[in-house]
């Protein structure tokens, strides 16, 4: 066997062993990821932002390390006022709102099924006893359970400030973090695809630019609908004068995170609540409310924010949330459809590329991203003539 054959397999041996021991300690040290996961978060939402602000430096040209760094200094100042505004603004409401909601929320269950039940006279007459007690022990089931989550996920927010020491400094550690990823990630790429062979390196360089873009158009687009989402559940609710009007605007935004189901989740809270302690013609409003502001978002703002980042129809999208959640529950929820547009984009390139030999046009539609043009400034600039396992 020639020895520049043996060296390529030894080469890709250690590689791919490489890979997967990194994968196996960060599997293994998964719990305490929390924060470098939410500090990949706001990498890939805030890049282009970065990049864009950069760009418009008069010295970028002769000193572009500085430009990148007074960029994300700019950008992490701009969004560290942000929070701190909103924090000073609605941070106690928040906080108490949902303390009062996480204790209350076992009544307002059971407040609310007698306000339906008893206010239902087909109920009352045509289904037998026995079904009624059965759904009645369901209710209360359901009230205590989502008592104790609640007062849970409160519990585990307010921990936050009293966290080990450990946590603690991996929250401070991941904004410097942060800066670095943000600013050597060009470099950290092509470390990245030094590690592959020559032959297929463009094509590693295609399909990680792919997964940055569709991830991070993805992400941007659910954080924005969600923001809007949260914004506008708070001012309809107080309009309304719903009580708990900012807890509920905050799981409704939470909520939204999850694509198709979570509107329809988010908005349950607020229903409960108004059934429980505004009894009549308000719930009616307040769901027509709600059901508008969706339909308005879903046809204003999806397709200008999310675009093409995703291209997969909802069922497909509720089969894969269902699934995922079942595996990776919250975070599966979370991140099923970047996921799978990703490996979809990934089979089809590798698919097309293995079977003519040529790299595919872009504008055949094979890579699917939030805009062509984005996209294109993103792609490699060598094209791979053949692609050679």
Do not use: C
């Not at 924060?35 to 932002?49: E, I, K, N, R, T």
């Not at 093409?308 to 079942?326: D, F, K, M, N």
């Amino acid at each position: 066997m020639p020895v520049s054959l043996v060296r390529k397999r030894v080469r890709l041996v250690m590689v791919a062993g490489a890979l997967l021991l990194a994968f196996y300690l960060l599997y293994t040290a998964r719990g305490a990821l929390a924060p470098f996961f939410l500090g990949s978060v706001f990498v890939l939402v805030f890049a282009p932002v970065v990049d864009a602000i950069a760009a418009e430096m008069p010295f970028r040209e002769r000193h572009p390390g500085l430009a990148l760094s007074l960029s994300i200094a700019l950008v992490y100042l701009i969004f560290s006022g942000l929070i701190l505004l909103a924090v000073l603004a609605w941070g106690s409401a928040i906080l108490r709102e949902g303390k009062d909601l996480a204790n209350g929320l076992p009544s307002l269950v059971e407040r609310a099924r007698r306000e339906v039940q008893d206010n239902n006279g087909w109920y009352q007459q045509n289904v037998p006893p026995e079904i009624r007690s059965q759904v009645d022990q369901n209710w209360q089931l359901a009230a205590v359970k989502l008592g104790e989550y609640a007062q849970t996920v409160v519990s585990r927010t307010i921990g936050l400030a009293t966290d080990s020491v450990a946590m603690l400094v991996s929250y401070i550690v991941v904004p410097f973090w942060v800066f670095f990823v943000l600013k050597d990630r060009q470099r950290g790429m092509r470390s990245l695809v030094a590690l592959f062979p020559p032959a297929i390196q463009p094509d590693v360089e295609h399909l990680v630019s792919n997964a940055r873009v569709v991830f991070g158009s993805y992400l941007r687009a659910q954080l924005l609908l969600s923001t809007a989402t949260g914004i506008i559940t708070v001012i309809g609710l107080q309009w309304f004068g719903i009580r708990f009007a900012f807890a509920l605007g905050l799981i409704a935004a939470v909520a939204n995170l999850i694509p198709v189901l979570g509107p329809m989740i988010g908005g349950i809270p607020a229903l409960i609540v108004v059934t429980a302690t505004r009894p009549g013609w308000d719930i009616l409003w307040v769901f027509l409310f709600l059901f508008v502001s969706q339909e308005l978002k879903d046809f204003i703002l999806v397709p200008r924010i999310q675009g093409r980042a995703v291209r997969l129809h909802p069922a497909i999208i509720l089969v894969l949330i269902v699934v995922a959640g079942r595996f990776a529950g919250f975070w599966g929820l979370l991140l099923a459809v970047p996921v799978s547009a990703v490996l979809r984009d990934s089979f089809v390139y590798i698919h097309r590329r293995l079977l003519q030999g040529d790299a595919p046009d872009d504008s055949s539609g094979i890579i699917v991203t939030a805009s062509e043009a984005d996209f294109e400034e993103e792609l490699p600039r060598r094209r791979p003539r053949s692609l050679r396992l």
